[in-house]
């Protein structure tokens, strides 16, 4: 699979921008346990505009986890095109990604987001607008439509293939639907069928082995995985199962301290790891594991952290 000039290789599976979760370090790991590209934190173009400092230290690439993708969002043509110069000349990123999918309230709410699916002559005015505004290769991430009665579906994606971007992304549920039920790949399919550009299909993807079978059924380009990621940045990785819990929690320990040496706050670097920690799969099914899991997400500093998960480790894990 190939986005403009860049070669993802077979079957890639991407990392899905997901806020306060894909940070420069979770980015790093995932990368280095075989994701075939990466996406950072979505990032407001009013934000970067004004030059929000927690917005632009977003921008900030490591070249050890290229192909990398920023993306943004905004309600507006003229500012979602400022936004996306200044990523261009300030980031370099591989790939600019477009975020219409992103459901919360405060942003499809607002417009922005998956807000665009109620707009579609502004969410496809605005897309050819960026791509002719920048050089780098320009793609979308959206939803099947705002609701069940709403489905935009493969005719959605012919649409903004017309625009010039170079993939498409598409999560398997409706704006209404946030992320409860299940993705429907049905649509996915259908839309791979319509366009010609490489379609990445998300949703649900929790395992190397829905990955596949997603590949083979619905004959996406690209598998993209969100969720399933926190706290398992292995999950990428064909040998993950071959991974002992003791290495798993080595990889979140190593975690910490790359968020410690990039963001320079002991604290700050804690809740950065803590979101991980709470949802990683490792600690799941111990006994009595409750009052020790309170203890670790509630540490304030690196050595007392260490010190439960060095604890977790000699009582509990191999």
Not at 57 to 79: A, C, F, N
Not at 86 to 94: S, T
Not at 119 to 131: D, F, G, Q, Y
Not at 246 to 269: C, H, P, R, T, V
């Amino acid at each position: 699979m190939k986005i403009a000039d860049i070669d993802l290789g077979e079957r890639p599976l991407l990392l899905a921008p997901m806020e306060d979760v894909t940070d420069i370090g979770f980015r790093r790991l995932c990368k280095r346990f075989g994701a075939a590209m990466v996406y950072s934190e979505f990032v407001a173009a009013d934000a970067l505009i004004r030059n929000i400092k927690a917005t632009t230290r977003k921008l900030t690439i490591s070249d050890d986890e290229r192909p990398v993708g920023i993306q943004i969002y905004g309600r507006t043509i003229d500012s979602v095109v400022e936004a996306a110069r200044i990523v261009e000349a300030e980031a370099a990123p591989d790939v600019i990604d477009l975020n219409f999918g992103c459901p919360v309230k405060k942003v499809a709410g607002k417009g922005a987001g998956a807000g665009m699916l109620q707009n579609i002559p502004l969410m496809l005015e605005m897309t050819t607008a960026v791509v002719n505004a920048v050089k780098t290769p320009v793609t979308v991430k959206t939803r099947l439509g705002w609701d069940s009665n709403n489905l935009l579906m493969p005719e959605l994606a012919v649409q903004l293939s017309q625009c010039g971007i170079k993939a498409l992304t598409i999560h398997g549920r409706t704006r209404a639907q946030m992320y409860t039920g299940e993705a429907d790949w049905t649509l996915i399919g259908e839309a791979k069928k319509k366009i010609n550009i490489p379609l990445i299909g998300n949703g649900d993807i929790k395992s190397m082995e829905e990955a596949d079978a997603a590949f083979d059924k619905y004959g996406v380009d690209g598998v993209m995985i969100g969720r399933a990621t926190f706290g398992q940045p292995w999950i990428f990785s064909k040998q993950a199962a071959s991974l002992t819990n003791s290495e798993k929690i080595d990889i979140l320990l190593e975690l910490l301290q790359i968020n410690l040496d990039f963001i320079g706050d002991e604290y700050k670097a804690i809740l950065h790891t803590r979101r991980h920690l709470a949802a990683t799969p490792v600690f799941k099914g111990i006994p009595d594991f409750r009052p020790t899991r309170i203890k670790m997400l509630r540490a304030n500093t690196v050595k007392e952290l260490k010190e439960v998960i060095n604890e977790i480790k000699e009582k509990w894990i191999n």
